[in-house]
């Protein structure tokens, strides 16, 4: 049985061209995440060649070039790359087909269906960049930081696992500042305010980030670790 998970947003932009249709119908069965089913566990090892490699996994990968991007730069990781958009699930798999990767798979759905299915502890790095802040007060529930995502994340991560949080919207880096902290598995990797108002050394931009950039608008980068269990 599905997940029960109420999803907001789109799911299909304007039509695909021709060349992205193929990758759709020919490469996304290849490398596609199923979903997994409610109560089921999705190993890595059926999913890549080599699961013995660090996990990776991209909540919401817009249009895949920070995905992709990072799946070349780092061959020997293994990457899972969530995204409910059609349109952007196909401009990464145009990126998968050009760079010829091996490492990357994609779940077509919210990430909500990948996170209770993984191992416990089976996850190294999760990026969450620039996703929708939702700025409306009524629709702030539909943000992705929230108590109960936190708990997936942090069941999910290793310990010393990273959860890396992007964004040029500042009251939802206020309001993800606030939980993550609040949280009893995440510490803020912060010293200094270069820490989070500078990007990681291997830090790939996003076309979110350009066009926030563009405007004027100061971008963050947040960064967590998760605490060693008890």
């Not at 190993?43 to 919401?60: H, K, N, Q, S, T």
Request: net charge neutral; charged share 30%.
């Amino acid at each position: 049985m599905k997940p029960d998970i109420q999803f907001y947003g789109r799911r299909k932009g304007h039509p695909l061209r021709l060349q992205a249709q193929d990758l759709v119908d020919g490469l996304l069965p290849q490398i596609a995440v199923p979903i997994p089913p409610l109560g089921s566990v999705l190993e890595p090892r059926d999913l890549f060649p080599d699961p013995a490699r660090p996990l990776w996994v991209e909540i919401g990968f817009g249009r895949g070039e920070h995905c992709a991007a990072q799946a070349a730069n780092n061959p020997d990781v293994n990457l899972i790359g969530c995204e409910p958009f059609m349109n952007g699930v196909a401009g990464l798999l145009m990126e998968v087909d050009a760079r010829e990767l091996q490492n990357v798979r994609i779940l077509h759905e919210d990430a909500r269906f990948l996170l209770p299915a993984l191992p416990e502890a089976s996850v190294d790095r999760v990026f969450l960049l620039f996703p929708d802040p939702w700025p409306k007060k009524r629709h702030h529930k539909r943000r992705f930081i929230s108590p109960e995502n936190l708990d997936l994340l942090a069941r999910v991560l290793k310990d010393g696992g990273e959860f890396r949080f992007a964004t040029d919207h500042m009251d939802y880096c206020r309001w993800g500042l606030e939980r993550v902290m609040a949280h009893p598995d995440f510490d803020w990797t912060a010293e200094e305010a270069a820490d989070w108002r500078n990007r990681p050394d291997d830090w790939v931009e996003t076309r979110y980030e350009r066009k926030a950039l563009r405007k004027g608008d100061s971008c963050v980068y947040l960064r967590f670790r998760r605490r060693p269990r008890g």
